[in-house]
Structure formats: structure tokens, C-alpha cells
């Protein structure tokens, strides 16, 4: 495996008296891909906010690219929070701005970039989430697939190595999903992210383990013979705050655990 992107070691927290991360530990190799399953309530979006430093665990250790973010003091955590983007659960853009203005923010917020190359940055990053005609519409005049690709692209234009992924596809028909795998797997595949997917969708897992995105077909294609390429996809399932499973695509789709089983059917 290549050296850790994202690790986590014997990560617990609990609100206030109820434990909700138990004795977690985990590790991504860069470029490679987990897959972050469990029932509602089991911990999957609370483990992404410690991943990214916006909740401290009570015990453990979290490392982004080799440094723990633990003892980190704010200040200390913004230069390893720009390495990671994430796309939040309810997709929340800023109803009040135009998707321009939505996709300039972290760049202006952290004075990234000045007013010209601004724009060219954020014409660039929505014309990979193929949105760029909708540039100066408001967030209310998007269907929620535009609205989800609409906050990848906020989320992507600060060249992130790193993306979680919460329940990008919760929600979306099976069509529109697909057009958000497209996204994660050309983010993989031409910008060789990390990335971290919450899915309850077993069909996101399938058509990211199975297929690469072809720049020349502009689409995603079977991984044939570039599968020994393609970095490692990896599982992981929470039970009410503990890693019930982990495993390889192979273990998964093969493991004879009963709730596993269930999750599979
Ligand atoms: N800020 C918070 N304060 C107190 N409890 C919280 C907080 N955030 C999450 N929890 C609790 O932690 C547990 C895990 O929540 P989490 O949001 O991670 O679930 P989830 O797996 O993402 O569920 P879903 O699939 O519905 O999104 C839940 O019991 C939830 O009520
Ligand atoms: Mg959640």
C-alpha cells in the first residue's frame, strides 16, 4: 500500500455520555478509495467531520498525510484542511448566491486567488462538473443532482488531495447518481484523489470498482486489463459506532456475515 493519506487509530467519542465512535482504526493508501457503509445513526458522517479535524475524538489518533490532527491547535489545521474537501450531506450551498458565486467562496474566503484568475478557476472547476452554463443561476433554480455537482465543484476548487464524500448519491435517481460516480471516479482517476464515500447505495460501489473514467470517451468505462492500475477500493461498515467489517471488494461481496449479508441484498 502507498504511504497512508488517511489514518485513524483507536478513535473513540462520545456525546456527552453516549458513545457514538468506538475503537476505530483505519487506513487509506493515497489515491485509494473507502467505501463507508452502515445503517443510519451508525457514526458514518461524524467519523468524516473527525477525519477532517471539525470534531475531535476523545481518544485515538487521526492522521491526514502522516501528521496527527489531534493535537492541533486551529490555527495548525488550516493548511491540512486544504488539503481535503468535502461535500457535505445536504449538498448546503448558499441559497442567497449564484452558483459563481457559491463555488468562488473558499478561494476568496481564504484569499486564494485574486479577482481574474478567480473566474478562470471557477468557469474550470464547473466545466468538470459539466455545470458551467448555470454559472450565474440561483442554488433554488437547480435540480438536486445540479445542486450536488454544483457542491463538488466548491468543493474540489481548492485542489483538495483528499475528498469525503457524505451520501453524494442519497436521494438522486439512479440516472443522475450515475453522473455524480462519474464525477468521484474522474477526480480519482485524472486528479488521483483519496477519497471516502458514504453510500447506503450498493450500485455506487459497483460502478466505481468496476469502471475508470475515460477522458477520451468522456465516460465511465469497464476497468478490463487498467484494473491492476486502478488503486485499491476498500469497504468499511460501522454498527453503532465500531468497524463491524473491513475487507477488499472480494471480502465484501463475499463475506457469509449475516449483516453483511443483509447490507449486500
Ligand atoms: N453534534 C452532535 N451532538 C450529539 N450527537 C450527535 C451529534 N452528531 C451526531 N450525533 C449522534 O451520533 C450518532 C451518529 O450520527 P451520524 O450523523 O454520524 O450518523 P450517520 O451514520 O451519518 O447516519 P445517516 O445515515 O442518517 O446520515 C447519532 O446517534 C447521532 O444522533
Ligand atoms: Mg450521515
New binding site residues.
Given amino acids: 500500500m502507498p504511504g497512508p493519506a488517511i489514518e485513524l487509530r483507536n478513535v473513540s467519542l462520545a456525546?456527552d455520555a453516549?458513545r457514538?465512535l468506538s475503537n476505530i482504526s483505519l487506513a487509506l493508501g493515497e489515491g485509494e478509495t473507502l467505501f463507508l457503509l452502515?445503517?443510519?445513526?451508525?457514526?458514518?458522517?461524524?467519523?468524516l467531520k473527525v477525519m477532517l479535524g471539525l470534531l475531535k475524538p476523545d481518544e485515538g489518533q487521526v492522521f491526514i498525510e502522516g501528521r496527527d490532527l489531534v493535537p492541533l491547535p486551529d490555527e495548525q489545521l488550516q493548511p491540512l484542511r486544504r488539503r481535503m474537501g468535502i461535500v457535505f450531506?445536504e449538498g448546503a450551498l448558499f441559497d442567497s448566491l449564484s452558483v459563481f458565486e457559491n463555488v468562488a467562496y473558499r478561494l476568496r474566503d481564504e484569499h486564494l486567488a485574486d479577482e481574474a484568475a478567480l473566474e478562470g478557476r471557477v468557469r474550470e472547476v464547473l466545466r468538470f462538473v459539466e455545470m458551467e452554463a448555470a454559472l450565474e443561476k440561483a442554488p433554488a433554480e437547480l435540480s438536486g443532482g445540479m445542486r450536488r455537482r454544483v457542491a463538488i465543484a466548491r468543493t474540489i476548487i481548492s485542489n483538495p488531495s483528499i475528498m469525503l464524500y457524505d451520501?453524494p448519491t442519497g436521494g438522486l435517481d439512479p440516472v443522475t447518481c450515475l453522473t455524480i460516480n462519474l464525477l468521484i471516479a474522474k477526480m480519482r482517476d485524472l486528479q488521483h484523489v483519496t477519497s471516502v464515500v458514504?453510500t447506503q447505495r450498493l450500485q455506487d460501489a459497483y460502478e466505481l470498482v468496476n469502471f475508470v473514467y475515460s477522458e477520451e470517451k468522456h465516460a465511465l468505462v469497464p476497468v478490463d486489463g487498467a484494473a491492476s492500475r486502478r488503486p485499491a477500493t476498500r469497504f468499511l461498515m460501522?454498527r453503532e459506532g465500531e468497524v463491524y467489517f473491513q475487507g477488499n471488494e472480494q471480502e465484501f461481496v463475499h463475506s457469509t456475515d449475516p449483516y453483511v449479508q443483509k447490507f449486500l441484498a
Fill in positions: 456525546f453516549k457514538v452502515g445503517v443510519t445513526g451508525s457514526g458514518k458522517s461524524v467519523l450531506q451520501s458514504v460501522l
